[in-house]
Nanobody, 114 residues
Framework: QVHLVESGGGLVQAGGSLRLSCVLSGGTFNTYIMGWFRQAPGKDRLLVARLAGNNAATSESVEGRFTISKDDAKNTLYLQMNNLQPDDTAVYYC?????????WGQGTQVTVSS
């Protein structure tokens, strides 16, 4: 059973930074396409960044500010978030998927004050 646990969320002022972490257990980390999604209150869950092997992609809304990366030895996915803005306020979710299925973490809250 694949299990994802996120951490690193919190309250930060506009312009600040946070780094989210997601630890995967119960699966072979480097076989999954990994991603970060976010969901603001009353809105859909949207893709923020995705990492397939060493190929990374970020959404236009965060490009140049957020960076997705991983440490295969630690089974951990990261999201470095710089120059955070109030519009980045959301619950951030880690996602892993392969041909067998799709898995989600419980989410971590990121709140950016103006």
């Amino acid at each position: 059973q694949v299990h994802l646990v996120e951490s690193g969320g919190g309250l930060v002022q506009a312009g600040g930074s946070l780094r989210l972490s997601c630890v995967l257990s119960g699966g072979t980390f480097n076989t999954y396409i990994m991603g970060w999604f976010r969901q603001a209150p009353g809105k859909d869950r949207l893709l923020v960044a995705r990492l397939a092997g060493n190929n990374a992609a970020t959404s236009e809304s965060v490009e140049g500010r957020f960076t997705i990366s991983k440490d295969d030895a630690k089974n951990t996915l990261y999201l470095q978030m710089n120059n955070l803005q109030p519009d980045d306020t959301a619950v951030y979710y880690c996602n892993a998927n392969d041909l067998a299925g799709e898995y989600w973490g419980q989410g971590t809250q990121v709140t950016v004050s103006s």
